[in-house]
Protein backbone atom coordinates (compact mmCIF):
# COMPACT_ATOMS: atom_id res chain seq x y z
CA UNK A 1 0.00 0.00 0.00
CA UNK A 2 0.83 3.54 -0.55
CA UNK A 3 1.41 6.47 1.39
CA UNK A 4 -0.07 8.27 -1.53
CA UNK A 5 2.73 10.97 -1.55
CA UNK A 6 5.71 11.82 -3.96
CA UNK A 7 8.92 10.96 -2.19
CA UNK A 8 12.31 10.23 -3.16
CA UNK A 9 12.47 7.41 -0.50
CA UNK A 10 10.31 4.18 -0.91
CA UNK A 11 10.27 1.82 2.22
CA UNK A 12 8.94 -1.48 1.49
CA UNK A 13 7.35 -3.73 4.96
CA UNK A 14 7.05 -7.63 4.72
CA UNK A 15 5.21 -9.85 6.97
CA UNK A 16 6.56 -13.38 6.02
CA UNK A 17 4.47 -16.38 6.49
CA UNK A 18 5.34 -19.32 8.83
CA UNK A 19 4.83 -21.54 5.90
CA UNK A 20 3.47 -23.13 2.29
CA UNK A 21 3.28 -26.27 0.78
CA UNK A 22 2.86 -27.12 -2.68
CA UNK A 23 0.11 -25.77 -4.13
CA UNK A 24 -1.29 -24.47 -1.18
CA UNK A 25 -4.03 -22.59 -1.94
CA UNK A 26 -6.09 -20.86 1.61
CA UNK A 27 -3.86 -20.24 4.15
CA UNK A 28 -4.59 -21.51 7.93
CA UNK A 29 -7.32 -18.98 8.89
CA UNK A 30 -7.17 -19.03 12.62
CA UNK A 31 -3.58 -17.29 11.55
CA UNK A 32 -5.04 -14.51 9.91
CA UNK A 33 -5.00 -12.09 12.39
CA UNK A 34 -3.50 -8.13 11.73
CA UNK A 35 0.34 -8.35 12.10
CA UNK A 36 1.35 -5.31 14.45
CA UNK A 37 5.02 -5.33 14.06
CA UNK A 38 4.88 -3.51 10.61
CA UNK A 39 2.02 -1.41 11.31
CA UNK A 40 4.50 -0.02 14.21
CA UNK A 41 7.23 -0.11 12.18
CA UNK A 42 5.37 2.21 9.78
CA UNK A 43 4.34 4.25 12.43
CA UNK A 44 7.97 5.17 13.20
CA UNK A 45 8.67 6.10 9.43
CA UNK A 46 9.23 9.62 8.76
CA UNK A 47 6.47 10.87 6.92
CA UNK A 48 7.90 11.85 3.72
CA UNK A 49 8.87 8.49 2.62
CA UNK A 50 6.52 6.19 0.84
CA UNK A 51 5.60 3.18 2.83
CA UNK A 52 4.22 -0.31 1.10
CA UNK A 53 2.83 -3.35 2.65
CA UNK A 54 2.93 -6.78 1.79
CA UNK A 55 1.55 -9.65 3.63
CA UNK A 56 2.86 -12.88 2.82
CA UNK A 57 0.24 -14.83 3.98
CA UNK A 58 -2.69 -13.33 2.03
CA UNK A 59 -0.88 -12.03 -1.46
CA UNK A 60 2.31 -13.06 -4.20
CA UNK A 61 4.85 -10.73 -3.13
CA UNK A 62 5.73 -8.32 -5.82
CA UNK A 63 9.60 -8.79 -6.08
CA UNK A 64 10.20 -7.09 -9.24
CA UNK A 65 8.47 -3.49 -7.90
CA UNK A 66 10.52 -0.83 -7.16
CA UNK A 67 11.80 -0.20 -3.58
CA UNK A 68 14.65 1.32 -1.73
CA UNK A 69 14.62 -0.87 1.24
CA UNK A 70 12.57 -3.82 2.64
CA UNK A 71 12.52 -4.27 6.31
CA UNK A 72 11.09 -7.70 7.90
CA UNK A 73 10.24 -8.34 11.89
CA UNK A 74 11.65 -12.53 12.02
CA UNK A 75 10.31 -14.51 14.01
CA UNK A 76 11.61 -18.34 14.89
CA UNK A 77 8.90 -19.86 12.80
CA UNK A 78 8.93 -17.48 10.35
CA UNK A 79 12.69 -17.07 10.00
CA UNK A 80 13.47 -19.88 7.17
CA UNK A 81 10.89 -18.09 4.78
CA UNK A 82 12.26 -14.47 6.01
CA UNK A 83 15.43 -15.22 4.43
CA UNK A 84 14.07 -16.72 1.12
CA UNK A 85 12.15 -13.38 1.04
CA UNK A 86 15.30 -11.50 1.49
CA UNK A 87 16.93 -13.41 -0.69
CA UNK A 88 14.64 -12.52 -3.39
CA UNK A 89 14.96 -8.76 -3.12
CA UNK A 90 18.73 -8.99 -2.39
CA UNK A 91 19.78 -10.77 -5.78
CA UNK A 92 17.84 -7.94 -7.60
CA UNK A 93 20.00 -5.17 -5.64
CA UNK A 94 17.47 -4.14 -2.85
CA UNK A 95 18.85 -3.81 0.93
CA UNK A 96 16.72 -5.30 3.33
CA UNK A 97 16.82 -4.82 7.08
CA UNK A 98 15.65 -7.46 9.85
CA UNK A 99 14.71 -7.25 13.41
CA UNK A 100 12.44 -8.39 16.04
CA UNK A 101 12.81 -11.26 18.41
CA UNK A 102 14.66 -13.73 15.82
CA UNK A 103 16.89 -11.08 15.70
CA UNK A 104 17.10 -10.40 19.07
CA UNK A 105 17.92 -13.63 20.21
CA UNK A 106 19.91 -15.28 17.17
CA UNK A 107 21.93 -12.04 15.84
CA UNK A 108 24.92 -13.89 14.24
CA UNK A 109 22.37 -15.93 12.21
CA UNK A 110 20.01 -13.42 10.93
CA UNK A 111 22.75 -10.96 10.10
CA UNK A 112 24.09 -13.63 7.80
CA UNK A 113 21.02 -13.06 5.49
CA UNK A 114 20.25 -9.15 5.68
CA UNK A 115 22.28 -5.98 5.43
CA UNK A 116 21.34 -4.56 8.55
CA UNK A 117 20.30 -6.33 11.43
CA UNK A 118 18.31 -4.30 14.45
CA UNK A 119 18.58 -5.84 17.82
CA UNK A 120 16.10 -5.26 20.65
CA UNK A 121 13.19 -2.70 20.07
CA UNK A 122 12.76 -0.20 17.19
CA UNK A 123 10.70 2.74 18.17
CA UNK A 124 14.58 4.23 18.93
CA UNK A 125 16.01 2.83 15.88
CA UNK A 126 14.26 3.14 12.83
CA UNK A 127 13.94 6.17 12.03
CA UNK A 128 17.67 6.80 12.30
CA UNK A 129 17.90 3.51 9.87
CA UNK A 130 15.79 4.79 7.40
CA UNK A 131 17.31 8.07 7.25
CA UNK A 132 20.79 6.94 7.07
CA UNK A 133 19.56 4.53 4.09
CA UNK A 134 17.90 7.28 2.65
CA UNK A 135 21.31 9.26 2.60
CA UNK A 136 23.80 6.27 1.38
CA UNK A 137 25.13 5.82 4.74
CA UNK A 138 23.52 2.85 6.13
CA UNK A 139 25.25 0.61 9.27
CA UNK A 140 25.08 -2.90 9.28
CA UNK A 141 24.10 -3.16 13.01
CA UNK A 142 21.42 -0.83 14.76
CA UNK A 143 21.04 -2.31 18.68
CA UNK A 144 19.31 -1.03 21.34
CA UNK A 145 21.10 -1.00 24.71
CA UNK A 146 17.74 -0.28 26.73
CA UNK A 147 13.98 -0.66 26.82
CA UNK A 148 12.82 2.38 25.40
CA UNK A 149 11.75 5.65 27.55
CA UNK A 150 8.48 6.17 26.14
CA UNK A 151 5.83 3.39 25.04
CA UNK A 152 3.96 6.16 22.82
CA UNK A 153 2.94 5.38 19.44
CA UNK A 154 0.10 4.13 17.52
CA UNK A 155 0.17 1.44 14.80
CA UNK A 156 -0.56 2.65 11.27
CA UNK A 157 -3.31 0.62 10.54
CA UNK A 158 -3.77 2.41 6.99
CA UNK A 159 -1.21 -0.20 5.56
CA UNK A 160 -4.16 -3.23 6.27
CA UNK A 161 -6.54 -1.57 4.26
CA UNK A 162 -8.17 -4.07 1.42
CA UNK A 163 -6.58 -6.98 3.76
CA UNK A 164 -8.63 -9.71 4.68
CA UNK A 165 -7.73 -10.25 8.43
CA UNK A 166 -10.06 -12.10 11.10
CA UNK A 167 -12.74 -9.49 12.98
CA UNK A 168 -10.60 -8.65 15.87
CA UNK A 169 -8.69 -5.38 16.56
CA UNK A 170 -5.23 -6.41 18.26
CA UNK A 171 -3.84 -3.53 20.62
CA UNK A 172 -0.44 -3.42 22.65
CA UNK A 173 -0.59 -2.23 26.30
CA UNK A 174 2.64 -3.42 27.24
CA UNK A 175 5.68 -5.57 26.46
CA UNK A 176 7.36 -8.33 28.10
CA UNK A 177 6.94 -10.27 31.74
CA UNK A 178 8.35 -9.94 34.99
CA UNK A 179 8.50 -14.14 35.28
CA UNK A 180 11.79 -15.89 33.90
CA UNK A 181 9.39 -19.17 32.82
CA UNK A 182 12.22 -21.26 31.48
CA UNK A 183 10.67 -22.27 27.80
CA UNK A 184 9.60 -18.49 27.25
CA UNK A 185 11.24 -16.78 24.88
CA UNK A 186 9.85 -13.18 25.67
CA UNK A 187 11.16 -13.09 29.25
CA UNK A 188 14.94 -14.23 27.41
CA UNK A 189 14.36 -11.23 24.64
CA UNK A 190 13.72 -8.51 27.57
CA UNK A 191 15.35 -10.32 29.99
CA UNK A 192 12.45 -10.28 32.39
CA UNK A 193 11.40 -6.91 31.87
CA UNK A 194 8.06 -5.28 31.90
CA UNK A 195 7.34 -1.94 30.15
CA UNK A 196 3.68 -0.47 30.01
CA UNK A 197 2.29 2.26 27.67
CA UNK A 198 0.24 4.92 29.61
CA UNK A 199 -3.20 4.28 29.67
CA UNK A 200 -4.10 7.52 28.11
CA UNK A 201 -2.13 6.41 24.78
CA UNK A 202 -4.02 3.15 24.70
CA UNK A 203 -7.94 4.70 25.46
CA UNK A 204 -6.71 6.72 22.57
CA UNK A 205 -5.98 3.91 20.36
CA UNK A 206 -8.71 1.41 21.52
CA UNK A 207 -11.22 4.50 20.73
CA UNK A 208 -10.11 4.65 17.60
CA UNK A 209 -9.97 1.45 16.41
CA UNK A 210 -13.06 0.00 17.98
CA UNK A 211 -15.53 -1.26 15.97
CA UNK A 212 -19.49 -2.60 17.20
CA UNK A 213 -19.16 -6.31 17.32
CA UNK A 214 -15.66 -6.67 17.31
CA UNK A 215 -13.52 -7.18 20.32
CA UNK A 216 -10.16 -6.27 21.28
CA UNK A 217 -7.23 -8.39 21.69
CA UNK A 218 -5.02 -6.91 23.84
CA UNK A 219 -1.48 -8.68 23.03
CA UNK A 220 0.63 -8.77 25.62
CA UNK A 221 2.29 -11.47 26.82
CA UNK A 222 0.89 -10.86 30.23
CA UNK A 223 -1.26 -7.53 30.60
CA UNK A 224 -1.05 -7.93 34.29
CA UNK A 225 2.83 -8.32 34.60
CA UNK A 226 2.02 -4.70 36.07
CA UNK A 227 -0.73 -5.16 38.04
CA UNK A 228 -1.29 -1.29 39.49
CA UNK A 229 -0.78 -0.17 35.27
CA UNK A 230 -3.05 -2.98 34.41
CA UNK A 231 -6.11 -1.73 36.80
CA UNK A 232 -5.86 1.67 35.84
CA UNK A 233 -6.39 0.88 32.04
CA UNK A 234 -9.21 -1.14 32.59
CA UNK A 235 -10.63 1.76 34.85
CA UNK A 236 -10.01 4.13 31.66
CA UNK A 237 -11.82 1.48 29.53
CA UNK A 238 -14.70 0.87 31.78
CA UNK A 239 -16.83 3.83 29.89
CA UNK A 240 -15.41 2.90 26.70
CA UNK A 241 -18.51 0.02 26.59
CA UNK A 242 -15.69 -2.46 24.41
CA UNK A 243 -15.38 -6.40 24.53
CA UNK A 244 -11.68 -7.25 25.00
CA UNK A 245 -10.01 -10.47 25.63
CA UNK A 246 -5.84 -10.87 26.45
CA UNK A 247 -3.60 -12.99 27.59
CA UNK A 248 -2.23 -12.92 31.68
CA UNK A 249 -1.20 -15.07 34.56
CA UNK A 250 -2.83 -16.80 36.99
CA UNK A 251 -1.93 -14.58 39.57
CA UNK A 252 -4.51 -12.43 38.90
CA UNK A 253 -7.38 -14.82 39.77
CA UNK A 254 -6.65 -14.22 43.45
CA UNK A 255 -6.99 -10.32 43.20
CA UNK A 256 -10.97 -9.75 43.76
CA UNK A 257 -10.56 -5.84 42.42
CA UNK A 258 -9.01 -6.89 39.37
CA UNK A 259 -11.87 -9.37 38.49
CA UNK A 260 -14.14 -6.64 38.73
CA UNK A 261 -12.76 -4.27 37.00
CA UNK A 262 -12.25 -7.08 34.36
CA UNK A 263 -15.68 -7.74 34.44
CA UNK A 264 -16.95 -3.90 34.33
CA UNK A 265 -14.12 -2.62 31.77
CA UNK A 266 -15.66 -5.70 29.21
CA UNK A 267 -13.46 -8.41 29.78
CA UNK A 268 -14.62 -11.20 27.81
CA UNK A 269 -12.10 -13.82 28.55
CA UNK A 270 -8.11 -14.21 29.15
CA UNK A 271 -5.58 -17.07 28.42
CA UNK A 272 -3.48 -18.36 30.83
CA UNK A 273 -0.78 -20.74 30.60
CA UNK A 274 -1.56 -23.16 32.86
CA UNK A 275 1.31 -25.34 30.85
CA UNK A 276 1.00 -28.43 33.57
CA UNK A 277 -0.92 -29.98 36.04
CA UNK A 278 1.62 -31.52 37.56
CA UNK A 279 3.26 -29.24 40.59
CA UNK A 280 6.85 -30.44 39.80
CA UNK A 281 6.75 -30.36 36.49
CA UNK A 282 5.67 -26.20 36.91
CA UNK A 283 8.57 -26.22 39.51
CA UNK A 284 11.42 -27.36 36.65
CA UNK A 285 10.01 -24.72 33.98
CA UNK A 286 10.11 -22.25 37.06
CA UNK A 287 6.14 -21.66 37.04
CA UNK A 288 5.65 -23.10 40.22
CA UNK A 289 3.65 -20.13 41.32
CA UNK A 290 0.86 -21.86 39.15
CA UNK A 291 0.24 -23.60 42.24
CA UNK A 292 -0.01 -20.24 44.20
CA UNK A 293 -2.69 -20.72 46.76
CA UNK A 294 -5.91 -23.28 45.24
CA UNK A 295 -3.77 -23.51 42.14
CA UNK A 296 -5.73 -23.95 38.30
CA UNK A 297 -8.99 -25.36 40.16
CA UNK A 298 -9.67 -22.67 42.29
CA UNK A 299 -8.38 -20.03 39.65
CA UNK A 300 -10.94 -21.12 37.25
CA UNK A 301 -13.77 -20.97 39.31
CA UNK A 302 -12.64 -17.80 40.54
CA UNK A 303 -12.12 -16.21 36.76
CA UNK A 304 -15.45 -17.85 35.95
CA UNK A 305 -17.25 -16.46 38.75
CA UNK A 306 -16.89 -13.48 37.48
CA UNK A 307 -17.84 -14.43 33.89
CA UNK A 308 -14.69 -14.60 32.35
CA UNK A 309 -14.03 -16.95 30.16
CA UNK A 310 -10.89 -19.43 29.60
CA UNK A 311 -8.49 -19.86 27.24
CA UNK A 312 -6.26 -22.50 28.43
CA UNK A 313 -2.83 -23.15 27.01
CA UNK A 314 -0.87 -26.39 28.26
CA UNK A 315 2.50 -28.26 27.29
CA UNK A 316 3.57 -31.57 26.61
CA UNK A 317 7.00 -33.25 26.36
CA UNK A 318 8.25 -32.50 29.74
CA UNK A 319 10.19 -35.01 31.69
CA UNK A 320 7.74 -36.20 33.92
CA UNK A 321 5.16 -36.54 31.01
CA UNK A 322 3.86 -39.90 29.91
CA UNK A 323 0.22 -40.90 27.79
CA UNK A 324 -1.62 -40.85 30.80
CA UNK A 325 -0.88 -36.92 31.41
CA UNK A 326 -2.55 -36.08 27.64
CA UNK A 327 -5.92 -38.49 29.29
CA UNK A 328 -5.42 -35.99 32.85
CA UNK A 329 -5.37 -32.67 30.94
CA UNK A 330 -8.10 -33.45 28.40
CA UNK A 331 -10.38 -34.22 31.31
CA UNK A 332 -9.53 -31.59 33.22
CA UNK A 333 -10.35 -29.23 30.28
CA UNK A 334 -13.70 -30.37 29.85
CA UNK A 335 -14.59 -30.95 33.13
CA UNK A 336 -13.83 -26.80 33.91
CA UNK A 337 -15.44 -25.86 30.71
CA UNK A 338 -12.28 -24.15 29.10
CA UNK A 339 -14.01 -21.89 25.92
CA UNK A 340 -11.14 -23.09 24.20
CA UNK A 341 -7.53 -24.48 24.88
CA UNK A 342 -4.02 -25.56 23.04
CA UNK A 343 -2.32 -28.82 23.82
CA UNK A 344 1.04 -28.66 22.01
CA UNK A 345 4.54 -30.06 22.86
CA UNK A 346 6.68 -27.83 24.26
CA UNK A 347 9.07 -26.62 22.05
CA UNK A 348 13.13 -25.27 22.99
CA UNK A 349 13.19 -21.58 21.29
CA UNK A 350 16.58 -20.65 20.97
CA UNK A 351 17.66 -18.28 23.72
CA UNK A 352 15.96 -19.66 26.15
CA UNK A 353 17.48 -21.75 29.67
CA UNK A 354 15.28 -24.75 27.87
CA UNK A 355 16.65 -24.89 24.64
CA UNK A 356 20.89 -24.57 26.66
CA UNK A 357 19.18 -27.31 28.70
CA UNK A 358 18.32 -29.87 25.99
CA UNK A 359 21.47 -28.61 23.92
CA UNK A 360 23.96 -29.39 26.74
CA UNK A 361 22.09 -32.79 27.29
CA UNK A 362 22.13 -33.78 23.51
CA UNK A 363 18.59 -33.97 23.02
CA UNK A 364 17.97 -31.71 20.32
CA UNK A 365 17.33 -34.09 17.23
CA UNK A 366 18.26 -30.91 14.74
CA UNK A 367 20.76 -27.88 15.76
CA UNK A 368 18.76 -25.16 14.57
CA UNK A 369 15.13 -26.90 13.88
CA UNK A 370 13.31 -23.53 12.42
CA UNK A 371 15.94 -23.80 9.12
CA UNK A 372 15.89 -28.17 8.63
CA UNK A 373 14.87 -28.99 5.48
CA UNK A 374 13.12 -31.99 7.07
CA UNK A 375 11.49 -30.26 10.12
CA UNK A 376 8.26 -29.69 9.82
CA UNK A 377 5.72 -27.58 11.53
CA UNK A 378 4.35 -29.75 14.93
CA UNK A 379 7.47 -31.88 15.00
CA UNK A 380 9.10 -32.65 18.04
CA UNK A 381 12.47 -31.15 17.64
CA UNK A 382 14.04 -32.93 20.64
CA UNK A 383 14.16 -36.19 22.54
CA UNK A 384 11.31 -36.57 25.81
CA UNK A 385 12.50 -38.88 28.75
CA UNK A 386 9.32 -40.88 28.80
CA UNK A 387 7.83 -40.56 25.90
CA UNK A 388 9.23 -41.35 21.64
CA UNK A 389 9.11 -37.57 19.88
CA UNK A 390 6.32 -39.61 17.42
CA UNK A 391 3.91 -40.41 20.25
CA UNK A 392 4.57 -36.93 21.62
CA UNK A 393 3.01 -35.54 18.59
CA UNK A 394 0.41 -37.66 17.58
CA UNK A 395 -0.91 -37.07 21.23
CA UNK A 396 -1.12 -34.12 20.72
CA UNK A 397 -3.10 -33.83 18.18
CA UNK A 398 -5.40 -36.55 19.49
CA UNK A 399 -5.90 -34.59 22.25
CA UNK A 400 -6.94 -31.89 20.51
CA UNK A 401 -9.43 -33.87 18.45
CA UNK A 402 -11.01 -35.12 20.98
CA UNK A 403 -10.94 -31.58 23.05
CA UNK A 404 -13.05 -29.95 19.91
CA UNK A 405 -14.96 -32.44 18.91
CA UNK A 406 -18.95 -32.07 18.58
CA UNK A 407 -19.20 -34.14 22.24
CA UNK A 408 -16.59 -32.08 23.60
CA UNK A 409 -17.79 -28.75 22.43
CA UNK A 410 -21.14 -29.34 23.77
CA UNK A 411 -19.46 -30.85 27.07
CA UNK A 412 -17.83 -27.46 27.62
CA UNK A 413 -20.87 -25.27 26.02
CA UNK A 414 -23.21 -26.70 29.04
CA UNK A 415 -20.67 -24.44 31.47
CA UNK A 416 -23.11 -21.56 31.92
CA UNK A 417 -19.64 -18.75 31.37
CA UNK A 418 -20.04 -19.91 27.88
CA UNK A 419 -23.62 -20.30 27.14
CA UNK A 420 -24.84 -17.28 29.17
CA UNK A 421 -24.45 -14.67 26.76
CA UNK A 422 -26.09 -14.64 23.63
CA UNK A 423 -23.05 -13.15 21.99
CA UNK A 424 -20.54 -15.06 23.36
CA UNK A 425 -22.24 -18.02 22.48
CA UNK A 426 -22.25 -17.64 18.91
CA UNK A 427 -18.56 -16.50 19.19
CA UNK A 428 -17.92 -19.94 21.15
CA UNK A 429 -19.20 -21.85 18.28
CA UNK A 430 -17.90 -20.11 15.58
CA UNK A 431 -14.15 -20.44 17.31
CA UNK A 432 -14.55 -23.68 18.34
CA UNK A 433 -15.44 -25.11 14.94
CA UNK A 434 -12.90 -22.90 13.15
CA UNK A 435 -9.61 -24.64 15.69
CA UNK A 436 -12.15 -28.18 14.82
CA UNK A 437 -11.17 -27.50 11.25
CA UNK A 438 -7.95 -26.60 12.24
CA UNK A 439 -7.07 -29.63 14.81
CA UNK A 440 -3.88 -30.93 12.43
CA UNK A 441 -4.22 -28.50 9.84
CA UNK A 442 -0.94 -26.82 10.51
CA UNK A 443 0.87 -29.92 11.61
CA UNK A 444 3.29 -31.31 8.61
CA UNK A 445 3.42 -27.32 7.40
CA UNK A 446 6.61 -26.88 6.03
CA UNK A 447 9.01 -24.24 7.53
CA UNK A 448 9.55 -21.76 4.28
CA UNK A 449 7.53 -21.96 0.71
CA UNK A 450 8.30 -25.11 -0.75
CA UNK A 451 7.25 -23.56 -3.90
CA UNK A 452 10.42 -21.39 -3.73
CA UNK A 453 13.14 -22.31 -6.15
CA UNK A 454 16.00 -19.60 -5.51
CA UNK A 455 18.60 -20.09 -3.33
CA UNK A 456 19.38 -18.63 0.45
CA UNK A 457 21.95 -15.72 -0.32
CA UNK A 458 24.20 -14.95 2.28
CA UNK A 459 26.26 -12.46 3.40
CA UNK A 460 30.72 -12.77 3.18
CA UNK A 461 31.30 -10.13 5.50
CA UNK A 462 29.16 -10.58 8.82
CA UNK A 463 29.36 -7.54 11.39
CA UNK A 464 29.99 -8.17 14.74
CA UNK A 465 27.31 -8.64 16.69
CA UNK A 466 28.68 -10.46 20.07
Not at 114 to 120: L, T
Request: aromatic share 12%; hydrophobic share 35%.
Amino acid sequence: MSSGKTADFRLTLIHPCVGRRSGMKKYIRTWKMEPLPPAMLAAFTPEDVEKRFYDDRLEILPFDEPTDLVAISVETYTAKRAYQIASEYRMRGVPVVMGGFHATLCPAEVSEYCDSIVIGEAEELFPALVEDYRQGRPEAVYRSERRPSDLRYSPDRSIFAGKRYLPINLVEFSRGCRFVCDFCAVQSAYQATHRCRTADNVVEEVSRVKKPGRMIFFIDDNLTSNMEAAKELMRRLVPLKIRWVSQCDISVAYDKEALELMKRSGCQGVLVGFESLNRTTLKAMNKGFNMMRGGPVEAIANFQRYGLRLYGTFIFGNDGDTEETFRETLEFALDHGLFIAAFNHITPFPGTPLYHRLESEGRLLYPKWWLDDDYRYGDVPFTPLSISPEDLSRLCIKTRRAFYSWKGIYRRMLHAVNHRDPWMLANYLVINVMHQHDVSGRDGLPLGDENWEGNIMKRRNLPDVA
